[in-house]
């Protein structure tokens, strides 16, 4: 299979998918989950940092994928790694329905809240966070100093959100491990 018809079938996975999404995020936010102790998340205060989340997160996000233009290989693997957690990110979230944690203040994201239409925030898509695994990919993909500052912006992202109460602990935690676990396979999927 030559690069062009593996970007070409990510790509086309990846529309395929946004149709899907809103209904299956619909169906999770209904569901009655599982509340969970989080000691970790005890320990620190509560405030609203959800414009400073998304700053971080969109920074990243233009600053990585304007380095990955100029390396298609690299821009390859890392739409199929963020096609892969989706799938990993919609498998979880099925087999674990979780409550969210208590004292939670809704992550309001400028962009998707506008793309999906979203009247009411979504707050039981908990394992694993999204967030923190889309930053731990651009952090894989990342090169040089670059790399090392998406590393600390992951960790920033990671607490930010434990701070606003989106995610438990567990949440964050397990992010890097399913991004690793994604970012590999793409490799494997790239590398063929």
Request: with cysteine; charged share 10%.
């Amino acid at each position: 299979m030559g690069f062009r018809w593996r970007l070409g079938l990510v790509l086309a996975l990846l529309l395929a998918l946004l149709p899907v999404l809103p209904g299956f995020y619909h169906w999770v936010q209904t569901r009655v989950g599982y509340p969970l102790a989080d000691p970790l998340l005890d320990l620190l205060p509560v405030h609203d940092n959800s414009v400073l989340t998304f700053s971080l997160i969109y920074g990243a996000i233009v600053g990585s994928l304007a380095a990955a233009f100029r390396r298609p290989p690299l821009l390859a693997r890392m739409l199929w790694c963020y096609y892969l957690l989706q799938l990993l990110r919609m498998a979880t979230l099925t087999l674990l329905p979780l409550e969210p944690p208590t004292a939670l203040l809704p992550l309001h994201d400028p962009v998707v809240d506008h793309l999906f239409q979203v009247q009411e925030p979504i707050v039981r898509d908990l394992f694993f966070s999204g967030h923190t695994a889309t930053m731990t990919l651009l952090t894989l993909a990342g090169r040089g100093r670059w790399r090392w500052v998406l590393g600390g912006l992951t960790v920033t992202v990671g607490l930010l959100v434990l701070v606003q109460r989106v995610h438990y602990s567990y949440d964050v935690l397990a992010a890097p491990v399913f991004a690793g676990a994604a970012w590999w396979l793409a490799g494997r999927i790239c590398r063929r």
